[in-house]
């Protein structure tokens, strides 16, 4: 792929710097700025970058086109050799996504209350204590039913 894309860079910097009344000096220098953001991020293999960098480039080409510091002749030049790196950018395999995250989440425990412990502590002892007195009337009132009845 590098083969292929340093002709192409080549001829997109030579197109950016062209016949002197083709562009104006300060497009034709941010045009070589640019274009050397495309070679820096596709011979790094960064495709998004790359795309992103032709991208821009165009953007420049036409709005410099509009404002007529470019000739159309020189930016037909460069975006022709725009064209062909960014089939060249297209080769440039995808980064891989990036492994799921797994995240857990455990339930924290309410902390519990130490107030609220004795008092729930101290409710249970009272109803135990209820209980335990109303089994003894019980008791007592079932004994008593049984001499009754004799």
């Known amino acids: 792929m590098k083969r292929i894309l340093l002709p192409a860079l080549a001829l997109l910097l030579a197109g950016c710097g062209s016949a002197p009344e083709s562009a104006h000096p300060q ?19 960064d495709r998004a970058g790359a795309e ?7 953007r420049q080409i036409a709005t410099a086109q509009a404002q007529g510091r470019l000739t159309p002749n020189s930016a037909r030049t460069i ?17 891989e996504p990036p492994p799921p995250v797994v995240v857990t989440v455990t339930p924290d425990q309410p902390a519990p209350d130490e107030q609220a412990t004795d008092d729930s ?7 135990q204590k209820r209980w335990e007195q109303m089994q003894k009337r019980w008791q007592k009132q ?3 039913n049984g001499k009754n009845g004799n």
């Open 52 to 58: 992103a960098a032709l991208a821009e480039l165009n």
């Open 121 to 127: 502590q101290r409710r249970l002892e009272e109803q």
């Open 79 to 95: 975006l022709a050799a725009a064209d062909r790196v960014a089939a060249d950018v297209r080769t440039i395999p995808l980064p």
């Open 142 to 144: 079932h004994d008593n």
């Open 27 to 45: 497009v034709r220098q941010q045009l070589i700025t640019q274009v050397e953001a495309v070679k820096t991020a596709a011979l790094g293999n």
